[in-house]
């Protein structure tokens, strides 16, 4: 404790003023702005498309792209052909010559930049992930998808483009882009039409990888070996033409996703005659390829108020045992979108529901959830798939806008996790139950659960960015960050304590302290650690950020406006950056710049904790307070030590010498003192009175930022009354010295403790250096019995000797 005198300060304030007035010495400048603003530095300058406010200006543009597509699949030999007809408008202000397409399928062509730069690491079947070497062994898995690359002729094949009136246009394939040279410049304004025809070999998902292709499953007695087609990135499509980077033309490495152009689609798909088809937009011939009773159960559904099978499990297990020559053609419709998949199977079982929403006037009023997935997902697909949709569509329009959609799905297959235009595939190992020992179908609860979260993620995607069109290959965490945040949202709704990998502030902090980071503005293609960078870190930020920084009104109502301003619109990080302070009116480039364009991470430790009381002048109080403070210092251990000799002192062997100083201590107080006292009073004004007489305490608190990360400031006091109070200081207290501050906390309640960070909402890595006093941390101890590996080569051959047998060594 200390004590601190008005007239103390008065003398220090003085004092400042005369070494003020000192010449200046030069010191090492070690300083850094954390605070320094990103506008007109990392941030690109505003203009007419995109304004400082985040939101777009008065001259945005977007391409306008429409197709209308046959495709027909070649089950017995796992091909798909195809032809489409492509409406291609110009809106932007640059005329164009020539127009670029994605070939996505080419990633998967021997020569591709893909598999060609593809490093060691995840057993050779990363898409480029580099990690350590293992030249003394590969996995058989690894070998089996590079023999299948290298002899299996993926990748698609341009077989005629032509213009509207059927002649021959040229293109040229780079990778997995196409490059059509048009006859005619483009202008602002125009519109060309082209006709593209192709064909492609399907891709055995869990060989390859990627994200569409096939699964079959064994044939058993009640099931006929049938297979289940997720089919994505499938057709030829125009790549993005954005007014920050002209043509959208980096290679597909496979991590790195998409950015498209909305348009609208008509699409025939033409499949076996029994197969069930589930795509992107609306069934337009129901009447063609669904009986009677399908047709009867898809109406009930639309006002149920649980799913209702469509197809049930029975249906599925009769159709798989089937089989036919014959073909049927499903026609789907899908308006403004900027994607389209589909999946087809004799294997489908499919429930619905309907999901009414508040459409406002710009989205349907009435959504169908919809889940396809074999007898083997079941019962969890179909007590949980449908009912998950349904809970997203409702706690994701509640952050952004009502659904853009008349359908959702989640489609079970190969493919274990991902999003297109109102479809989603969620199959892989989600959701499939396990026979046990004695024959009993079983499942985990982390299957449950993560079959919800898996399903939450996909059709949250369909909000981030199938509708706000993100850059998916250059900025990854612009949708997988900020829809983890909103998955993190829908799990914490679903369930108490639903167990989310992501979100919360404790689960980000190893990787923050990790080596091999990459600050998550980093392109896609390069980070190392993807889950955490693009996923977890950025959805943690956007926690932090709604919980402490900003609260949930201000967090809320401005990712809101985000959301709804960039709907069906291309967004870039410094739109979301811009929109998210200009609503909410709080300067956060600080935070962008910590976490999202920096390797730091939060530690802050407390180090020093100091209380001071106002001194009162009265020498009755201060010197009686002084005479306890020495009588608490710890005795001479010379003197201990003498006392308990019986050694007795000369002053009470010889009274002789006892004069005035031996009856009195330094603290007895005299007239003079008194005198001081009653001046001092005299000349108080009475609001410094009040200061003098009152029971206040200041502690001061030195803080650290260890980890680099500037970040409020949130403790908790403990109070000898056994009371405590959580204060949030604003990270702004690190703007003269992003290193080391001071701060001070007035009270008239004695603190016996204080915690750093104690709902742990900061992330901060190193928890042990966040207490005051510091406390013993708890661990516990593993008890082991220790052992060696005493196995030999004559063990191994099963070898015994006796003593006899052993033969001597030569002499």
Not at 351 to 372: C, R, T, Y
């Amino acid at each position: 404790m200390r004590s601190f005198s008005l007239i103390a300060m008065a003398t220090a304030a003085a004092t400042f003023n005369v070494a003020a007035a000192q010449p200046i010495q030069q010191t090492t400048n070690n300083w850094r702005d954390a605070f320094r603003q990103l506008e007109d530095e990392d941030w690109p300058s505003p203009n007419r498309e995109r304004r400082a406010t985040g939101a777009p200006g008065p001259d945005y543009w977007q391409q306008d792209v429409d197709y209308d597509i046959d495709i027909r699949l070649d089950e017995d030999e796992k091909h798909l052909y195809g032809s489409e007809t492509v409406t291609y408008t110009n809106n932007a202000p640059d005329p164009l010559d020539f127009l670029w397409f994605q070939l996505d399928q080419n990633r998967f062509r021997p020569d591709s930049i893909a598999v060609m730069t593809e490093t060691v690491g995840d057993g050779g079947r990363s898409s480029g992930r580099v990690g350590g070497s293992n030249p003394e062994g590969i996995s058989a898995s690894a070998v089996r998808r590079r023999q299948q690359i290298a002899d299996d002729g993926y990748g698609h094949n341009i077989t005629a483009v032509t213009d509207a009136d059927g002649n021959p246009v040229d293109f040229t394939i780079v990778d997995t882009l196409m490059r059509i040279d048009l006859d005619d410049t483009l202008e602002t304004g125009e519109s060309v039409v082209l006709n593209i025809e192709w064909d492609y070999r399907l891709i055995e998902t869990g060989v390859i990888g990627g994200r569409a292709g096939w699964e079959c499953f064994e044939e058993t007695e009640d099931t006929g070996g049938d297979c289940i087609y997720q089919i994505a990135q499938w057709f030829p499509r125009a790549a993005a033409f954005s007014d920050y980077e002209g043509w959208h033309n980096k290679a597909f490495l496979g991590r790195g996703e998409f950015t498209l152009e909305f348009g609208d689609y008509d699409v025939s798909i033409t499949v076996p005659q029994d197969f069930i088809v589930s795509a992107t937009g609306v069934l337009q011939n129901p009447e063609d390829v669904l009986n009677q009773a399908q047709r009867d159960r898809l109406e009930e559904a639309r006002t149920s108020e649980e799913p209702v099978f469509i197809v049930t499990p029975s249906e599925a297990r009769a159709n798989e045992r089937r089989g036919t020559r014959s073909e049927a053609t499903w026609e789907f419709r899908a308006e403004n979108v900027r994607d389209f998949a589909w999946a087809g199977s004799r294997k489908f079982i499919w429930d619905a529901v309907g999901v009414e929403q508040d459409g406002e006037g710009v989205a349907p009023e009435l959504v169908m959830a919809m889940s396809f997935y074999p007898n083997e997902s079941e019962p969890l697909w179909s007590a949980f798939s449908t009912r998950a949709v349904e809970h997203t569509l409702d706690v994701y329009s509640s952050f952004s806008f009502p659904y853009p959609y008349p359908v959702a799905q989640s489609i079970a297959g190969p493919q274990g996790g991902m999003e297109y235009p109102m479809i989603t595939f969620n199959g892989g190992t989600y959701g499939r139950p396990v026979v046990d020992d004695d024959g009993n179908l079983t499942y985990s609860r982390s299957a449950k659960r993560g079959l919800i979260g898996v399903i939450i993620h996909e059709i949250g995607h369909i909000y981030f960015p199938m509708t706000v069109n993100s850059d998916e290959r250059q900025w990854t965490w612009m949708d997988e960050g900020l829809n983890t945040f909103l998955q993190f949202q829908a799990e914490r709704q679903w369930e108490e304590d639903f167990p989310s990998r992501r979100g919360d502030p404790d689960l980000i902090a190893d990787y923050m302290v990790s080596t091999n980071q990459m600050p998550i503005m980093t392109q896609s293609d390069s980070v190392l650690q993807f889950g955490s960078n693009a996923y977890g870190k950025p959805a943690t930020a956007l926690v932090v950020l709604r919980e402490t920084i900003l609260g949930r009104e201000l967090f809320d109502e401005a990712f809101r406006t985000y959301a709804n301003r960039w709907r069906f619109r291309r967004p870039t990080p410094y739109d979301f950056f811009r929109t998210m302070e200009e609503v909410s009116g709080v300067d956060l480039d600080w935070f962008w710049r910590g976490w999202f364009y920096s390797t730091d991470h939060v530690d802050i430790s407390l180090d020093r904790v100091i209380e001071g009381t106002f001194n009162t002048e009265n020498p009755e109080i201060e010197n009686a307070r002084e005479r306890a403070e020495d009588d608490a210092d710890p005795e001479s251990l010379t003197q201990a030590g003498n006392r308990e000799a019986g050694i007795a002192y000369y002053e009470a062997r010889n009274p002789e010498v006892v004069d005035f100083y031996s009856r009195n201590d330094a603290h007895t107080v005299t007239n003079r003192e008194r005198e001081a006292y009653d001046s001092f009073r005299e000349e108080l004004e009475d609001w410094e009175a009040a200061i003098v007489d009152s029971d206040e305490r200041i502690y001061y608190l030195d803080f650290t930022n260890q980890g680099g990360v500037v970040m409020p400031i949130i403790l908790e006091f403990t109070f000898a009354d056994g009371g405590t109070e959580i204060v949030r200081i604003p990270a702004e207290v690190w703007r003269y010295n992003p290193d080391n501050v001071t701060w001070t906390y007035m009270t008239d309640r004695e603190v016996v403790s204080v915690e750093l960070d104690p709902l742990h909402e900061t992330a901060d890595a190193d928890r042990s250096d966040n207490f005051f006093p510091p406390r013993i941390e708890p661990t516990r101890l593993e008890v082991y019995r220790s052992s060696s590996d005493n196995d030999t080569m004559m063990d191994d051959m099963d070898q015994r000797v006796t003593r006899d047998s052993i033969r001597t060594r030569p002499q």
